[in-house]
């Protein structure tokens, strides 16, 4: 069964602190993606960033900055010298291999970041 | 560019009514999901339509109906409904999916989603 697991339900950082949210998920499939996605006040969702199972190469766009570890099942997500705007709920999500390219997403909980000034 | 339309944005309705949300995806995306995300909780797969052909289901209600029209839109249709169907409803469309091939084979089409309707339910 697929599941993801946010265990960080709330984290309050100061302004210009790092953060890491984490997530671990869970799959039988050898093939899959995972995401990041970010949901602030106004409640769209915003898509971070895609990983598939077979590249392990941690990301850095910006501030923000991914580390994929297959091991651990965890695909963390740092945010650099954070900044209000960053505050927002955050969700990680995995999607199984399905043939035919269509496949849900499964989120995880989510975790609420509030970076104070 | 072109993002996925949901309409309406913001919907009262009372218990027992019945609701239809409606999506028009990305132009040439033929690949809608809808999505149910309740007050606090992560967003909850109901149900995708891949060439107007029901895809997948998870966990949609019966009294929740959906299908997906010739021009790929697609409607979700709410009825009986409850308290707890307050909730913000995303749609997301993605660009057509692998047809064929071999049985392991796969590929991911993004997943564009919309602003999402906020249901509210008194």
């Known amino acids: 069964a697929q599941k993801v697991t946010q265990a960080q339900t709330e984290i309050s950082v100061v302004e210009k602190e790092d953060v890491t949210l984490d997530c671990v998920y869970e799959?039988?499939?050898?093939?899959?993606?995972l995401f990041w996605y970010k949901q602030p006040p106004s409640g769209e969702l915003v898509f971070l960033i895609r990983r598939n199972s077979f590249d392990e190469q941690n990301e850095i766009s910006g501030r923000y900055s991914w580390n994929f570890q297959k091991s651990t099942s965890s695909f963390n997500f740092t945010i650099t010298a954070s900044q209000v705007v960053d505050s927002a709920v955050y969700f990680c999500?995995?999607?199984?291999?399905?043939?035919?390219?269509?496949?849900?997403?499964?989120f995880g909980a989510g975790t609420r970041l509030a970076v104070h000034p | 560019a072109a993002g996925v339309i949901q309409s309406p944005r913001h919907l009262i309705k009372e218990k027992r009514e019945t609701a239809t949300l409606k999506c028009y995806p990305i132009?040439?995306?033929?690949?809608v999901y809808w999505y149910q995300q309740g007050p606090g909780q992560d967003p909850q797969f109901l149900i995708s339509?891949?060439?107007?052909?029901?895809?997948d289901k998870g966990s949609i209600p019966d009294r929740f109906s959906a299908q997906q029209f010739s021009d790929y839109h697609s409607e979700l249709n709410m009825s009986s409904l409850e308290l707890g169907d307050s909730a913000l409803y995303f749609c997301a469309s993605s660009p057509e999916g692998l047809a064929g091939g071999p049985a392991r084979s796969f590929t991911y089409n993004e997943q564009f989603f919309g602003p999402g309707t906020r249901l509210t339910v008194l």
């Open positions: 999500a995995l999607s199984e291999a399905i043939s035919g390219g269509y496949n849900k997403l499964i």
């Open positions: 799959t039988r499939d050898t093939t899959y993606y």
């Open positions: 339509f891949y060439e107007k052909m029901q895809s």
């Open positions: 132009p040439r995306h033929d690949t």
